[in-house]
């Protein structure tokens, strides 16, 4: 079988570094491409056309694929439907530019579990409208699966996906570690078939309580499982990035490395 998943990096993984400096460990370590951390360190919602062309050009340079603009997007949140709309194309005419169909975006500011109808109605409504903009740019919106968000379940994602009925809104899947690695392979096979970006980090514990920090691990030592992660996205011939998102150890650049080979071991595991 012919393995078809990539392997990224997202920038944030090196936030304490110019974005011109991990382009290049980037490069050093032969990644297939690289998520765009959407703040000003990297490049954030303001900046100018010049710059974006700077940043265009390094990319094309190092031979590198932007997998995603990973924005800030965030719908539904304290009684907004959008952090406004302006910023909203902004993102999307970044992300366009950055040469990515992909747009990380955020749903909500609290856990599904607490969310009302109003709520709800809220997030189906701008995201609604969200989508029918963002297919005038050709860009998918990937809602990521976090805590403290109305996405933070398959359940809850799975049903904003239900009732927008967009064929762009996808999900950016991540492991929760709130949830035993059985249960959370249930979870990814639940929202498989939407998912268009994956980040990879893992943790040395599950969390025993709510928001709860949690000390970063190597991919291959943590609680999540990524060989089952890999298999189950390769079932369905998941042919998009999975990007190490976060590194550990004081060493980050041979962190990364490990990880990345691991990755790889995990990928051609799989016939």
Request: proline share 3%.
């Amino acid at each position: 079988m012919v393995c078809k998943m990539k392997i990224g990096l997202c920038t944030i993984a090196f936030r304490d570094h110019s974005l011109k400096d991990v382009i290049e460990i980037a490069k050093t370590v032969a990644v297939d491409g690289i998520e765009i951390w959407g703040q000003p360190a990297h490049v954030g919602p303001d900046i100018d056309q010049t710059e974006l062309e700077i940043v265009k050009h390094m990319i094309e340079q190092a031979n590198l694929r932007v997998s995603a603009y990973g924005s800030y997007i965030r719908f539904a949140a304290n009684d907004r439907e959008v952090n406004s709309e302006s910023d909203f194309k902004k993102a999307l005419a970044i992300t366009k530019a950055l040469g990515t169909d992909i747009m990380r975006i955020w749903v909500g500011s609290k856990p599904s579990e607490d969310m009302n109808q109003q709520d709800w109605e809220l997030a189906t409504n701008s995201l609604t409208k969200a989508c029918v903009e963002a297919d005038k740019y050709g860009i998918y919106l990937a809602m990521e699966m976090h805590d403290s968000c109305f996405t933070d379940t398959e359940t809850a994602t799975l049903r904003l996906i239900n009732e927008v009925k967009a064929d762009n809104l996808k999900v950016n899947y991540q492991p929760s570690f709130r949830l035993a690695p059985d249960r959370e392979l249930k979870s990814l096979q639940a929202v498989r078939e939407f998912t268009i970006n994956v980040h990879a980090q893992n943790r040395i514990r599950l969390a025993s309580k709510p928001g709860e920090k949690l000390e970063l691990a190597r991919l291959a030592e943590g609680v999540a499982d990524y060989r089952a992660i890999v298999e189950e996205l390769q079932s369905i011939d998941y042919s998009k990035f999975i990007s190490i998102e976060f590194v550990q150890g004081p060493d980050q650049l041979d962190a990364l490395r490990q990880d990345i080979e691991y990755l790889r071991k995990c990928i051609h595991s799989y016939r």
